[in-house]
Nanobody, 116 residues
Framework: QVQLVESGGGLVQAGGSLRLSCAAS????????MGWYRQAPGKEREFVAS????????YYVDSVKGRFTISRDNAKNTVYLQMNSLKPEDTAVYYC?????????WGQGTQVTVSS
């Protein structure tokens, strides 16, 4: 069974940091782009960051550039999102996704709440 399981969300004050983890299992993801997306209340899901599983280019939405870093540990089959200098507008459910190939896979999401 293919699974993407996120963890690491929580409540943090503005200016703080969190590291999200996405543990991938059930198949190899070498052909996929691993990404993080988020959905705030009342808003559509938006792209946050991505990186190919095989390494190389990373992409970020402008609002998180310089604050968030996506990385992966191939040995652990885990993708991370290091989030620094968090702002209240970063509050959302964060989802891990494997895209760029078929089928796509999505995790169940982890809540990040940033208090002002």
């Amino acid at each position: 069974q293919v699974q993407l399981v996120e963890s690491g969300g929580g409540l943090v004050q503005a200016g703080g940091s969190l590291r999200l983890s996405c543990a991938a299992s059930g198949r190899t993801f070498s052909s996929y782009v691993m990404g993080w997306y988020r959905q705030a209340p009342g808003k559509e899901r938006e792209f946050v960051a991505s990186e190919t599983w095989s390494g190389g280019n990373t992409y970020y939405v402008d609002s998180v550039k310089g604050r968030f870093t996506i990385s992966r540990d191939n040995a652990k089959n885990t993708v991370y999102l290091q989030m620094n200098s968090l702002k209240p507008e970063d509050t959302a459910v964060y989802y891990c996704a494997a895209t760029g190939d078929y089928p796509e896979y999505w995790g169940q999401g982890t809540q990040v709440t940033v208090s002002s």
